[in-house]
């Protein structure tokens, strides 16, 4: 199926939103930002905001096409990383297979934003959320898969669309000792299966799903990929699949080099749909999922030989709004605003108002954040360093997913700084 977008340009820039400038009305178009010709180093803008750097994320989006297709392989990001159609657009456009989503809630809002593929790598349990997706199951251009790995679960399924008069796709999901959902063994699965096959016109079993994610070592993933691969194999050779071609699907942000590897042969026999869903790519970050990067460019020759790596896309900036000590500075900025669980902000940026670019901070400066307030951070800084109530501060963040849900709108800038685009998020 091609996957056509519609526009999403009839949504507004929010006149009451954080981190955007004056809106002469409720009525201009997200797309339309350009037009109203805000500049973050300007001070046209209310600090803090969180800002995207378009030249980052077009190269993080054509790297990561770049990788999938040297594998042969399909990619369906997870859109939970940022949850703003507009950033699907972009990626679908770039040429992902589909969107994946967690929820009947993000794939009704991924509907609405024109995307027509949707793999929610989840269960999809209870009356209200099955509905949801059996409303948007009537338009004949949309495809849906979810996961099923109960007995329990493909009843209540089979139950509801079945009176609905609905074909559900789903994908069995395979799961390991102690981690989270998924069958644990193959007398689990051939139950499932059989669940699933009782209900024959109404649920379509469409393929394999896994989350390699709750391992902790490369020989536990691999192991875990190569019975996924012998799962889908069996299941196939039986006929048990009701799609052709039948899906494989694994990979969060972590594992996605290893998940290519491992799954690319299935692709390229042809039969198999092989989908990797990695979703943090898009922004990138400093802390984790920048080890998680490193880790695949020292192990993965395709990665080593694409040239620059991915890049950090996402920024807070704010403002210098105290300085009650000599070594510590207070920023206008805090837990309401950046993700903190997956280690602290780091300041990147330092730009006095009226200069002519902003410097780069370096790490032998010592500056750190060493504690966050709802509201504020606590900047540890060098006694007589060069900073002043009023500069301005970009900090990258680690752990994309919940500092992206802490907006509701978002800036993407150019190199000058100028704000193209206002991006609306739906969590």
Known sequence: MTLTITSYSSAAIDPLGKGLGTVPSASVPLDAAANLEWNLLAEDVSLPAAVLYADRIAHNLKWMQDFVAEYGVKLAPHGKTTMAPQLFRRQIETGAWGITLATAHQTRAAYHGGVERVLMANQLVGKHNMAMIAELLSDPDFEFFCLVDSVDGVEQLGAFFHAAGRRLQVLVELGVAGGRTGVRDDAQLEQVVSAIGRYDGTLVLAGVEIYEGVLGDEQAVRAFLRRAVQTTRSLAAAGRFGRAPAVLSGAGSAWYDVVA???????????????????????????????????????????????????????????????????????????????????????????????????????????????????????????????????????????????????????????????????????
């Open 261 to 427: 590897e491992e799954f690319a042969a299935e692709s390229k026999a042809g039969e198999i749909e092989v989908v990797l869903r990695p979703g943090c790519y898009l922004t990138h970050d400093v802390g984790v999922y920048k080890k998680a990067q490193t880790d695949i460019l020292a192990r993965n020759p395709i990665a080593k030989k694409m040239g620059e790596a991915l890049l950090p896309a996402l920024q807070l900036w704010a403002y210098v709004q105290s300085i009650p000590e000599a070594d510590r500075a207070i920023v206008g900025f805090g837990k309401r605003d950046a993700a903190f669980d997956a280690g602290m902000p780091v300041p990147a940026r330092h730009y006095r108002p009226g200069a002519s670019e902003p410097r780069a901070v370096e790490p032998g400066e010592g500056w750190e954040v060493t504690g966050m307030m709802d509201q504020h951070a606590y900047l540890r800084i060098a006694p007589g360093a060069d900073l002043k109530v009023g500069d301005m501060l970009a900090f990258d963040i680690s752990h994309p997913c919940l500092t992206f849900d802490k907006w509701r709108q978002l800036l993407i800038v150019d190199s000058s700084y100028r704000v193209t685009e206002v991006v609306e998020t739906f969590f």
